[in-house]
């Protein structure tokens, strides 16, 4: 168990709606990360938050935000979805956001667009 | 563009024998690297991980290799055991507090009886 909490774990929704994924970091962990990992694709960096500021930025697509909160949770949300969203997104956690600092992964939330 | 390549999208090995895995990268801003196991339904776990100052990194069965010249790096399992069955993703960041972690696309070793 790596501390790290997502929910839900799996997500079944049709094109066009809106989604919210939650994620609470590991306790004391200040850094909150959102990774997408579709079909044989490896995982693909969509955002960085510190302490509540958005620290990096990957190739998120402007359909979707996020956003972390005072508590430290963080929460992914996705419109106007498309089929092609549908992958597996992970969250991860690290205590100060470093570049070298090892990260800890939540098991996912599964996104299927019908 | 992908920064970080693992061509070998699978790897199948006979236990108590060596599993090399292979990664390359083309960015020379990279100075750290890392490596990553994930099973099925989990999310990925820390494995080991090396800097760019050294060439070798050992832990237990595990040692990563970096050669910095070739843009080169290989993690190695000795001996393999049916349990290392998971898929391996190598992982690459700069040592700016803005960069960020990026990933292969993962290398799925099977380890056999």
């Known amino acids: 168990d790596s501390g790290v909490t997502q929910t839900p774990k799996h997500l079944i929704t049709a094109t066009g709606q809106r989604v919210t994924l939650r994620c609470s970091p590991r306790?004391?962990?200040?850094?909150v990360y959102w990774y997408q990992q579709s079909l044989d694709q490896g995982l693909q960096f969509l955002i960085q938050?510190?302490?509540?500021?958005?620290?990096a930025k990957g190739n998120i697509l402007e359909r979707f935000s996020a956003q972390q909160f005072p508590d430290l949770h963080s929460e992914l949300n996705l419109s106007s979805l498309e089929l092609g969203d549908s992958a597996l997104y992970f969250c991860?956690?690290?205590?100060?956001?470093?570049?070298?600092?090892?990260?800890?992964f939540g098991s996912g939330t599964q996104l299927s667009v019908l | 563009d992908q920064q970080v390549k693992q061509n070998s999208p699978s790897l199948s090995v006979q236990e108590g024998r060596i599993s090399i895995l292979n990664c390359d990268y083309t960015?020379?801003?990279?100075?750290?690297f890392l490596w990553y196991k994930k099973y099925p339904a989990e999310g990925p776990t820390f494995l080991i991980s090396?800097?760019?100052?050294?060439d070798k990194n050992e832990d237990g069965r595990f040692t990563v290799f970096l050669n910095k010249s070739a843009k080169h790096l290989s993690l190695h399992i000795v001996p393999s055991q049916p349990g290392d069955s998971a898929v391996y993703f190598c992982?690459?960041?700069?040592?700016?507090?803005?960069?960020?972690?990026?990933f292969g696309t993962g290398t799925r070793l099977q380890v056999f009886p």
């Open positions: 991860a956690s690290s205590v100060t956001g470093s570049s070298n600092e090892k990260l800890f």
């Open positions: 306790s004391g962990d200040l850094s």
């Open positions: 938050y510190y302490n509540g500021e958005e620290r």
């Open positions: 960015n020379s801003m990279f100075d750290y």
């Open positions: 090396i800097s760019s100052i050294k």
């Open positions: 992982a690459a960041a700069g040592s700016y507090n803005t960069d960020k972690l990026i």
